[in-house]
């Protein structure tokens, strides 16, 4: 009995040698040191305007519509709350919006004319009949991404638009529109201006005899 209890200890002892060994080279491994990595990481040269670059639209470009916001309509970063246009939708409800996530009822894009803030200063809303296209010289759209500068008013995205009134030199213009259900339109401007004294007048009227809600 004590002969069988010795050779269990012995190989139970020579078990726990075994299962040590192992561990003692995973030791004597780590031992050393261990060099260093270093991973420099160069950042891709911006493009003009950044990531999200200001789109200019021209004056003929805003000739195919019989308001600003239609012609806006048209271009992939500017959307309104509401579906409708100016022509059909409330003015409290005509906002503008040119964030990269789509359109919500708290951001709403800064408009601006001629350097001068055109929204409604309680509600955002903004009085696209107020600005017939042919007053209009041309627009500069500024994303929300690029809007920091403008602080917590440009967080819907900027409009900027720069009137013909704001031109040194002397400017006329005059356009006619028509178009389904008995649409018309008729919108002129004169304009002159120098040192320091600017002369403008306008005008602009349109009818239409309906439209078809969309659900």
Not at 113 to 128: E, L, M
């Amino acid at each position: 009995m004590t002969g069988a209890g010795t050779g269990g200890v012995g190989l139970l002892g020579g078990a726990a040698i075994l299962l040590a060994a192992p561990c003692g080279l995973a030791a004597e491994q780590n031992d050393g040191p261990i060099a260093e990595i270093v991973i420099t990481a160069r950042p891709a040269a911006p493009g003009p305007g950044g990531s999200f670059p200001p789109l200019e639209v021209r004056a003929d470009e805003l000739e195919a519509g019989l308001r600003i916001d239609e012609v806006l309509a048209d271009h992939p970063s500017f959307s309104a709350f509401r579906r409708m246009d100016s022509r059909t939708a409330h003015p409290t409800t005509s906002t503008a919006h040119l964030l990269v996530k789509g359109p919500n009822a708290t951001s709403r894009a800064l408009v601006t004319v001629d350097g001068i803030p055109f929204n409604d200063p309680f509600t955002g809303a903004v009085a696209w009949g107020a600005l017939p296209p042919p007053v209009v010289d041309s627009l500069t759209l500024t994303p929300q991404p690029a809007a920091g500068p403008f602080g917590d008013l440009g967080e819907g995205g900027v409009v900027a638009v720069r009137t013909r009134l704001a031109r040194p030199e002397p400017s006329l213009a005059f356009s006619a529109a028509g178009g389904s259900e008995q649409d018309a339109a008729l919108a002129g401007l004169a304009a002159t201006g120098g040192d320091g004294l600017a002369l403008a007048a306008f005008g602009y009227g349109d009818r239409s005899g309906g439209f078809h809600p969309v659900p």
